[in-house]
C-alpha cells in the first residue's frame, strides 16, 4: 500500500479515536435558536458551499496531488514593534498564520493564536511550523481579549489558550458551541452571526458571516459554528479591523460593506488553496482575496494563512507569488495588500 494511502489512514484512525471527545455538548436555546443550526449542524449562508467532503474525497485529493516540497524551516521573521499598550492610532502584528496582536484604544487584542510546534491534535503527527512565531508567547503584552474563528486546529490550539488564559485571564470570543473547547473558569462570550461583545466604553467586536465548516474529530461536522470579526476600535477616530478567519470566497463581503461600512484594515487569508476542486469553498486564493479587498471597501488589506503551516498542495513562497499576479491584474497597488513576514508590525497614526 502506497506510503501516502498508509499515512491517511493512520491520522484517519487516531483522529477516529478522538472523535467522541471531540463532540460538543448538547445544543442549548441559543444554538437551537440559531437560523443558522438546522438538523443538528451549522450551515453556510450559501448552501451550495457547504462542505460535504468525505474522508474518500481527502483520499482522492492525497493520492491524485502534486504536493510542493515546503523546507523545514524558514529563519525570516520581522522584529516587532510592540508596545505594552496603543492609547492612540492602531498597530497590528501578525504573529504567524492567523494570529495576529491588534493593538488599539488601550486594548491588546489576539485572533486565533497558535504558538504550539504542530497545528494538530497530536505532538508527533500534523501540519509542523516552517516558520516560528514573530512574538514569542512569553513575550506578549498583556492580552485583554482573544477572538476565535473556528474549531479547526490551526486556529483553535487549546495548549496556546489555555498558557494566555493562565497568564492573562483574557475575555475570550468565540462564535455558537465553542465554549466547552476553553478552560472551565475562563471568561467566555459565545455569539452567533450578528452578535456583539462591548470591549471596553468605546470599541467592540461583532461576529460576522465566513463560508468554512469545523471538526475536530470524525464525528463532529459543522456542530460548533464557525465565524469571522469586525473590530471597531476607539473613541475619537473609530477605525473598523475585519479578520476573516477561514473563509471562501462569495457574497457575504459585499453584503459585510453594505451592512456595517468600509473597512479601515482587512486581514485576509491567501493561502491553503490548492488543489481548487478540493479547497475552492472552503480557501480563497489570492485572486479571491483581492476581489475581497475591493467587496470590503478596504483601505489596507494584510495576508494571512500561508507560509507557516503546510496544510495544502501549493509551495510555501505561492501565495505571495500570486498575490502579486492577482494585485497586478486588478491594477491594486502594492502597498496596498501586503505579505507580511511573521513578526512584522503595521503602524497607523
Known amino acids: 500500500m502506497p506510503t501516502v494511502v498508509l499515512s491517511v489512514l493512520l491520522l484517519a484512525g487516531l483522529v477516529l479515536a478522538l472523535g467522541g471527545c471531540a463532540r460538543p455538548p448538547a445544543a442549548g436555546p441559543a444554538v437551537l435558536a440559531s437560523p443558522h443550526f438546522r438538523d443538528g449542524v451549522f450551515h453556510n449562508q450559501d448552501p451550495a458551499a457547504q ?50 496582536l491588534i493593538q488599539a484604544d488601550g ?24 516558520r516560528d512565531p514573530g512574538i514569542d508567547i512569553d513575550a506578549l503584552p498583556p492580552i485583554d481579549a482573544v477572538l476565535i474563528s473556528h474549531s479547526h486546529y490551526d486556529h483553535f490550539d487549546q495548549a496556546s489558550l489555555k498558557k494566555l488564559h493562565n497568564k492573562f485571564k483574557p475575555h475570550f470570543i468565540v462564535p455558537l458551541r465553542n465554549r466547552d473547547l476553553l ?32 471538526a475536530r474529530g470524525l464525528f463532529d461536522r459543522n456542530q460548533r459554528q464557525w465565524g469571522a470579526f469586525l473590530l471597531r476600535l476607539g473613541k475619537d477616530t473609530p477605525r473598523q479591523v475585519y479578520f476573516a478567519g477561514d473563509t471562501g470566497y462569495n457574497t457575504h463581503f459585499k453584503m459585510l460593506r453594505e451592512e456595517y461600512g468600509p473597512v ?5 487569508p491567501i493561502g491553503a488553496y490548492e488543489p481548487r476542486w478540493f479547497m475552492r469553498t472552503q480557501h480563497m486564493n489570492p485572486a479571491d482575496a483581492v476581489q475581497t479587498h475591493f467587496d470590503l471597501g478596504a483601505r489596507q488589506s494584510i495576508g494571512m494563512h500561508f507560509g507557516t503551516f503546510q496544510l495544502t498542495d501549493e509551495a510555501i513562497d505561492a501565495p505571495v507569488l500570486d498575490l502579486a499576479t492577482a494585485r497586478d491584474k ?12 511573521n513578526g512584522e508590525t503595521f503602524i497607523f497614526e
Do not use: C, M
Not at 502534486?66 to 523545514?72: K, L, N, V
Open 264 to 268: 479601515n484594515v482587512a486581514l485576509l
Open 330 to 341: 486588478a491594477g491594486l497597488d502594492a502597498k496596498a495588500f501586503v505579505a507580511p513576514r
Open 107 to 130: 486594548l491588546n487584542i489576539l485572533t486565533d493564536p497558535v504558538f504550539t510546534e504542530r497545528a494538530s491534535p497530536f505532538s508527533f503527527a500534523g501540519p509542523k511550523r516552517a
Open 51 to 100: 462542505n460535504d467532503k468525505s474522508f474518500f474525497d481527502v483520499l482522492k485529493w492525497r493520492l491524485t496531488s502534486a504536493r510542493a516540497a515546503w523546507p523545514d524551516h524558514v529563519a525570516d521573521n520581522a522584529t516587532p514593534d510592540v508596545p505594552a499598550r496603543v492609547d492612540t492610532g492602531l498597530r497590528i502584528t501578525l504573529i504567524n498564520h492567523a494570529s495576529f
Open 183 to 214: 478552560p472551565d473558569d475562563a471568561r467566555v462570550s459565545e455569539r452567533d452571526w450578528g452578535g456583539r461583545v462591548q470591549l471596553n466604553d468605546y470599541s467592540e467586536v461583532i461576529v460576522v458571516t465566513a463560508q468554512h465548516w469545523t
